[in-house]
T-cell receptor, first 115, second 112 residues
């Protein structure tokens, strides 16, 4: 079974430029997450989707970040314009909510460097 | 918000030694997850725990869900060089927020 797929793996852009990340979750997983991980820290949630609906975006900096999950499958995360402090790993994750619990699987991440 | 305290922050051990790390929280969690992250990769799920008191093994790894539901530990027996990486605990609450909260990570270094 394919895992969570993300692209691009690595991206270097100049500040003020836009950037977009794409995520394809594990088939059948209704919940999709975008996390940001700064160097030496644990991941922090940016936004969570239940199917097509963004149910938790309280940590998403809405002035420059946007996300969408059309048709409840793939998702994109966009930053426009990028700032130097946005350099981080952007992790997509997905899960299927079962009665036993909620196990979350991560992609390999999109590593962003803003120069 | 919920906070997870993970310790130790880093460990430098000799190959063959056993390793133990733990996470504690001020809040109750319904699920505890342990991940390992290698350089340049995303976190990979090692063990998932769903019930208080649950003890689960995955090869040389053993993890337990604390009875109070506020803590969990991960043990690695007979460490090998490929165990090197950062280990994260994460707690999950089955409520409307449905958030996964991460600890700060334990960086493990193994000397051959």
């Amino acid at each position: 079974e394919a895992g969570v797929v993300q692209s691009p793996r690595y991206k270097i852009i100049e500040k003020k430029q836009p950037v977009a990340f794409w995520c394809n979750p594990i088939s059948g997983h209704n919940t999709l997450y975008w996390y940001r991980q700064n160097l030496g820290q644990g991941p922090e949630l940016l936004i969570r989707y239940e199917n097509e609906e963004a149910v938790d975006d309280s940590q998403l900096p809405k002035d420059r970040f946007s996300a969408e999950r059309l048709k409840g499958v793939d998702s994109t995360l966009k930053i426009q314009p990028a700032e130097l402090g946005d350099s981080a790993v952007y992790l997509c994750a997905s899960s299927f909510t079962a009665s036993s619990g909620n196990t979350i699987y991560f992609g390999e991440g999109s590593w962003l460097t803003v120069v | 918000g919920q906070q997870l305290n993970q310790s130790p922050q880093s460990m430098f051990i000799q190959e063959g030694e056993d390793v133990s790390m733990n996470c504690t929280s001020s809040s109750i969690f319904n699920t505890w997850l342990w991940y390992k992250q290698d350089p340049g990769e995303g976190p990979v799920l090692l063990i998932a725990l769903y019930k208080a008191g649950e003890l689960t093994s995955n090869g040389r790894l053993t993890a337990q869900f604390g009875i109070t539901r506020k803590d969990s530990f991960l043990n690695i027996s007979a460490s090998i060089p490929s165990d090197v990486g950062i280990y994260f605990c994460a707690g999950h609450v089955n409520n409307a927020g449905n958030m996964l909260t991460f600890g700060g990570g334990t960086r493990l270094m193994v000397k051959p």
